[in-house]
T-cell receptor
């Protein structure tokens, strides 16, 4: 089946620094990728929708200048958390879909734990 | 406003029994509904998709029903096993959009 890889799995950074998380579709071309964040025991909250070759569409309340998304190719999207603060500590998950993946199914990466100290 | 509701209380059942999880939604007219499994600290894994014109879908020990009149989906795991312990999420495509919206999930514990 379709595989989505996310890297790094976990990262600890100092407050004020930037962190980049990569999301790759390994065996299919992802025309659209989605970025979510999830706090403990809470639902996945969609942050933004990333389309290859165009600007990402951010959800209401998500700061586009803080969470930079780049979808430079059909297999790679990156999320950069700029000037990270402790409140940005969370579980970030990407997902990908393609016209060729079956039944509008979304395939998720394994997630990235971000801890800002 | 649009809402997806799943029972926030954990469901505890004995091994071998059938687990039934509920997903209710309001102010949606989804073309399909999906169920995912999420283990702690991991990304969700797709389980089943059921379309609006399908009443029931099965996959091995899993069964999903979809009642568009009641605006409800039920997710059943028969002959449950401790390995089925996880959080189960239902998801709908946002009406008129291209986004998938998730419920908060229900945690299932299967005791041996």
């Amino acid at each position: 089946g379709a595989v989505v890889s996310q890297h790094p799995s976990w990262v600890i950074c100092k407050s004020g620094t930037s962190v980049k998380i990569e999301c790759r579709s390994l065996d299919f071309q992802a025309t659209t990728m989605f970025w979510y964040r999830q706090f403990p025991k809470q639902s996945l909250m969609l942050m933004a929708t990333s389309n290859e070759g165009s600007k990402a569409t951010y959800e209401q309340g998500v700061e586009k200048d803080k969470f930079l998304i780049n979808h430079a190719s059909l297999t790679l999207s990156t999320l950069t958390v700029t000037s990270a603060h402790p409140e940005d500590s969370s579980f970030y998950i990407c997902s990908a879909s393609s016209e060729l993946t079956s039944g509008n199914t979304i395939y998720f990466g394994e997630g990235s734990w971000l801890t800002v100290v | 406003s649009q809402k997806i509701e799943q029972n926030s209380e954990a469901l505890n059942i004995q091994e071998g029994k059938t687990a039934t999880l509920t997903c209710n939604y309001t102010n949606y007219s989804p073309a399909y509904l999906q169920w995912y499994r999420q283990d702690p600290g991991r990304g969700p894994v797709f389980l089943l998709l059921i379309r609006e014109n399908e009443k029931e879908k099965r996959k091995e020990r899993l069964k999903v029903t979809f009642d568009t009149t009641l605006k409800q989906s039920l997710f059943h795991i028969t002959a449950s096993q401790p390995a089925d312990s996880a959080t189960y999420l239902c998801a709908l495509e946002d009406t008129g959009g291209f986004k998938t919206i998730f419920g908060a999930g229900t945690r299932l514990f299967v005791k041996a």
